[in-house]
C-alpha cells in the first residue's frame, strides 16, 4: 500500500461502490462545511489571476505570512518535486518515516535515510539538504526542533519542513525562522486542513530571494482551486471549529483502538491519525476490509511493516462502525 486513500483499488477488490468505502486511511479533515461557491460556466471560462494575488492575500493573513513569501504549486506533491529539483546540492537527508514521494523527488541525488525513531540526532554532513516531516507520518508525532534546527544551521544545510499536518493542533512552527535563515523552506499542502484533496493547491515558504527564483508554469492553478481556497480560508469560523470537533473525535478513535484489545502500541498523535502496532494487524486489516473499511497498511514506509496500520480521525458515524467491526476480532 503506497499510499492512503486508494479506495479505487480496494472497492475494486471487494466488488462494491468507492462511496460504499469508510475510509480511515486517508488523513483528510473530516469536517466539511458547505463552502459557497457555484461552478459556473462564467467561472471555468475565465483565466485566473496569474499572480493569485486574492487568494495569496487569504494565505498571508492564516499563516502569518507576507505574501512575497509564498509561491503556489499544483498540489504540495509538485511543490515538493519542484522545490528538491531546483536546489543543487547532491547530498540529501531524509528523516523516514516520511512521506514516500520525497525519495521520488530526490532520485537524482544521493539519498541517505536517518530514522528518527533511533537515531534522530545523527550528524549530518555539511551543507546537504535536509527533509523532516513535522508532525511527522505515519506517526503523528510533533518534534521541538530547536535542537535539530541549530544542528542543520551550523552545518549550513538546506532546510525543508513540511508541516502539511501542522494546523489541527496550536502546534509552534518553523515558519518563524525564515527570516533569520535563508536556506529555510516550509512545505504546506492546503488539502489535509481545508479537506478538499480535489483541489489541488500546495506552497513553498521562504524568503522572497528564494521565492523568486523558484519557476512555476504560467496559471499554475485552475479558476476554480483559487475561488474554492479563498473561499475555505476566508471562512473565519472553520478554523475554530475544526480544532474542536478534531479534539473531541481524536480522543474518542484513540479510546476506540484502545478498548479493542487488539493493538501491541498505540502511537500518541498530534495530528488527525493514529497509528498502531499488531501481531494482528494482517488479519485487522483483512477483516475491516470486508466490513468496507480501510485502513492503511505501513508497510511502505521506512523501518516500518505491515504490522503498522493507520486510522485517520472521522466522524462518530464512522468511528461507531469501525468500533462494531472490531469488536467482532476481540
Not at 486508494?6 to 462494491?16: E, G, L, T, V
Not at 516520511?98 to 537524482?108: I, T, V
Not at 493493538?263 to 475491516?288: E, G, M, P, R, V
Not at 521506512?302 to 476480532?329: C, M, P, Q, W
Amino acid at each position: 500500500m503506497k499510499h492512503g486513500a486508494d479506495i479505487y483499488r480496494y472497492s475494486k477488490k471487494i466488488k462494491c461502490k468507492e462511496d460504499e468505502i469508510i475510509d480511515f486511511s486517508s488523513n483528510i479533515n473530516f469536517y466539511t462545511p458547505q463552502t459557497n461557491i457555484k461552478l459556473t460556466p462564467e467561472l471555468l471560462a475565465k483565466y485566473p489571476d496569474s499572480r493569485y494575488k486574492k487568494l495569496k492575500k487569504a494565505i498571508s493573513k492564516n499563516h502569518h505570512i507576507k505574501r512575497s513569501q509564498i509561491k503556489l504549486y499544483n498540489g504540495a506533491t509538485t511543490a515538493i518535486f519542484e522545490l528538491i529539483k531546483s536546489l543543487k546540492q547532491k547530498r540529501i537527508y531524509l528523516y523516514a518515516p516520511l512521506y514516500g514521494e520525497y525519495e521520488k523527488a530526490a532520485k537524482n541525488k544521493q539519498i541517505i535515510k536517518i530514522n528518527r525513531f533511533d537515531n534522530l540526532y545523527k550528524k549530518v554532513k555539511p551543507n546537504s539538504i535536509v527533509v523532516f516531516v513535522n508532525p511527522s507520518t505515519p506517526d503523528g508525532r510533533y518534534y521541538d526542533l530547536d535542537k535539530l534546527f541549530g544542528m542543520w544551521s551550523e552545518q549550513n544545510c538546506t532546510i525543508i519542513c513540511d508541516e502539511s499536518f501542522l494546523e489541527f493542533e496550536n502546534l509552534k512552527s518553523l515558519q518563524t525562522q525564515i527570516k533569520s535563515y535563508k536556506k529555510l523552506y516550509i512545505i504546506q499542502s492546503f488539502s489535509k486542513f481545508y479537506s478538499c484533496a480535489g483541489v489541488r493547491v500546495g506552497a513553498v515558504f521562504s524568503q522572497k530571494e528564494n521565492i523568486k527564483k523558484l519557476k512555476t508554469p504560467l496559471w499554475n492553478l485552475s479558476a476554480f482551486d483559487v475561488e474554492f481556497l479563498t473561499k475555505k480560508l476566508q471562512n473565519k469560523g472553520f478554523e475554530k471549529r475544526t480544532k474542536k470537533l478534531h479534539k473531541k473525535q481524536k480522543r474518542q478513535l484513540y479510546n476506540i483502538l484502545y478498548s479493542s484489545n487488539l493493538f501491541d502500541k498505540i502511537y500518541k498523535s498530534d495530528t488527525n491519525f493514529i497509528l498502531t502496532k499488531s501481531k494482528k494487524a494482517k488479519q485487522i486489516f483483512n477483516h475491516l476490509l470486508k466490513h468496507k473499511i480501510l485502513s492503511r497498511k505501513c508497510g511502505s514506509f521506512d523501518f516500518l511493516s505491515d504490522n503498522y496500520l493507520r486510522f485517520g480521525v472521522k466522524n462518530t458515524n464512522k468511528h461507531n462502525k469501525l468500533k462494531k467491526a472490531l469488536d467482532e476480532i476481540s
